[in-house]
């Protein structure tokens, strides 16, 4: 006797014993997507024959109605454990492709994988299981096997090879590792040399994992190899896709260069030219990005974002009239009142306009710039008003996220620093490197307060810490180098990291002073003279000077050195050590 399982789970419904179930599409599998779920178990299979179960008994038909009773109530792994088991022995197709359906809401590898190779034994000639196969092997960076796969699964797909290849984008996008999946779609442009969605395939998916010069190439290389029907239909969405992309390199010219040719044919694409505004203003072409956000503005009145970037580049400009103007605007549009205060306050804060800014600080009320605010009302209120108003504003605000808390911590370092609090403002960095022990800008200020409270021991410390983390970190090497250069110790470490620095910064005057020192105190004092002609040629500065001074009167050039110190004796008044400079020279004292 032959019984047609969903039929038969439909009829037991009817008295209440429930159904074939079929998965939350809400919550499908990386491998499949909510299109890609398998249809339930219907009465016909996709070759026409009816799927039916051989010998079937009543355990069995027991066993399917629990099972589809459990997957009703969302336990998905109780129905799998018993259909599988069923499916695999019956070999019956529909409980193959109900097995897989449920090994879906089981979230399961192993439990999708035996399910697919399942209905791959029993179906080889549909395309599903072929399909969640490659993606499988993808995700566990078989390479060889998902090509096999992907080759089985287009030779029994309904769909063109475009079809197929634009929709593997989002599926192998969420199944596989980054390295996989631009293999996988390495593969895909090699074996389609002729198809442009491979190309734009592969520059997606590199565009999303952050490979940004291959992302280009592809993305070019599908737009050159398009008809004129798919450019016409196409064009627009690469370029948008591509000036995104342009946005991520440290060099705006790239995406000027790019972009350029596609503007003048397209100038109606304000995605685009609002792009393009922006590399503009990274590459400093102020003028022109400006212009380019007022033709924007001009054909899209309600252009907000826009309205926003063009009144933060005027204020870079120091159009403060242009900008408050576009600022009001900003901040009377729904969604953007708060960001559009916030820069009210920032602009009025710029021009000294503090009561104004504080007004302004105030009206914010959403998130992220709440904080901020927060930390500019206590900023005017410290210059204005003194530290016990400031620090009360920092104490009401409801830092959430690390950053927040961070920067919450740090303007109380600064302001007890302001107030020669230095043991609070010590303890406020170390709380803020405690949530943040990576963050090299909190151990680099941090070293400054150390070393002026003289506490060596741990000025060297953070040093090495932020050395650790960033070797080639100019300020911490010529900071850690200069430091034992000044007290002429651990000298050959010294030149090592000074060496270091130069070689990053060739042309920075304190890495310069720094070397110059370094070789006084290994008494090369003509070498240390070139170092600190050198920096004092790049900036006059009070510390290269004190040291080319001593550097020439060790070289016996005392006339030379008196008539620089005196050069600059008047504009340096305030400076103790400079104006005794010559002195401590004639009595031979140690000059730090």
Not at 398 to 423: G, N, P, S
């Amino acid at each position: 006797m032959k019984f047609n399982v969903c039929k038969w789970a439909a009829f037991t419904a009817l008295l209440t014993l429930g159904a074939c179930a079929s998965v939350d599409s809400s919550k499908q599998s990386a491998v499949m997507s909510s299109e890609d779920s398998v249809p339930q178990v219907s009465g016909q299979a996709a070759s026409g024959k009816k799927l039916v179960l051989e010998d079937v008994n009543a355990t069995y038909l027991y066993q399917v109605l629990a099972a589809e009773v459990m997957a009703e109530k969302g336990m998905m792994v109780d129905a799998f454990e018993i259909i599988y088991p069923l499916a695999l022995k019956t070999r019956d197709v529909g409980l193959a492709k109900r097995a897989f359906e449920l090994s879906m809401g089981t979230y399961d590898e192993s439990n999708i994988d035996r399910a697919t190779q399942l209905w791959l034994e029993v179906e080889p000639d549909e395309p599903t299981p072929w399909r969640a196969a490659y993606l499988m092997s993808l995700r566990s960076g078989d390479l060889d096997s998902a090509i096999e796969q992907w080759q089985r699964y287009r030779s029994n797909s309904p769909n063109s090879l475009q079809q197929d290849v634009l929709a593997a984008v989002q599926r192998v996008g969420r199944s596989a590792k980054p390295d996989m999946a631009l293999a996988f779609f390495d593969y895909l442009v090699k074996a389609n040399p002729d198809v442009w969605q491979a190309f734009y395939g592969g520059g997606f998916l590199a565009a999303r994992f952050e490979a940004y010069d291959r992302s280009v190439d592809l993305l070019k290389k599908s737009l050159q190899i398009m008809s004129k029907e798919d450019l016409a239909e196409n064009e627009s969405q690469i370029y948008q896709l591509l000036s995104k992309v342009y946005l991520q390199f440290a060099s705006a010219d790239k995406g000027l260069e790019g972009l350029k040719d596609y503007l003048e044919r397209n100038p109606s694409d304000w995605l685009v030219q609002e792009r393009m505004a922006r590399l503009e203003v990274k590459a400093d072409r102020f003028t022109q990005a400006e212009n380019r956000y007022l033709s924007i503005l001009k054909a899209n009145p309600s252009a907000t974002t826009s309205r926003l970037s063009l009144a933060l580049l005027q204020i870079e400009l120091q159009k403060f009239p242009q900008a408050q103007a576009n600022l009001e605007q900003v901040a009377t549009r729904p969604g953007y009142e708060s960001v559009g205060h916030y820069y009210l306050g920032v602009l009025s804060q710029e021009q000294g306009e503090l009561n104004r800014a504080l007004s302004f600080f105030e009206k914010v009320e959403l998130q992220p710039y709440v904080v901020d605010a927060m930390l500019h009302r206590s900023e005017i209120l410290f210059a204005t008003q003194g530290e016990q108003p400031a620090m009360a504003v920092l104490n009401q605000v409801e830092a959430e996220t690390v950053a927040d808390k961070v920067k919450v911590l740090r303007a109380k370092a600064i302001f007890y620093r302001a107030v020669q609090k230095w043991d609070e403002s010590i303890a406020m960095y170390d709380q803020a490197i405690a949530l943040d022990q990576e963050n090299v800008d909190l151990l680099l200020a941090q070293s400054i307060l150390l070393y002026d409270t003289q506490r060596f021991e741990d000025y060297v410390g953070n040093l090495k810490r932020v050395l650790v983390l960033q070797p080639n970190d100019v300020d911490a090497l010529n900071a850690l180098g200069y430091y034992y250069a000044e007290h002429a110790i651990e000298l050959d470490e010294a030149e090592v990291l000074l060496k270091r620095a130069l070689e990053l910064a060739p042309q920075s005057y304190y890495v310069l002073d720094s070397i110059g020192w370094l070789a006084y105190q290994q008494k090369n004092y003509l070498q240390a003279e070139a170092y600190l002609k050198k920096a004092l040629a790049i900036k006059v500065d009070e510390e290269v000077l004190i040291h080319l001074v001593a550097t020439q009167w060790q070289l016996g050039k005392t006339g030379q050195a008196k008539q620089l110190w005196a050069k600059y004796q008047q504009q340096y008044l305030n400076n103790q050590r400079y104006q005794q400079l010559i002195q401590d020279l004639q009595a031979g004292r140690t000059i730090r």
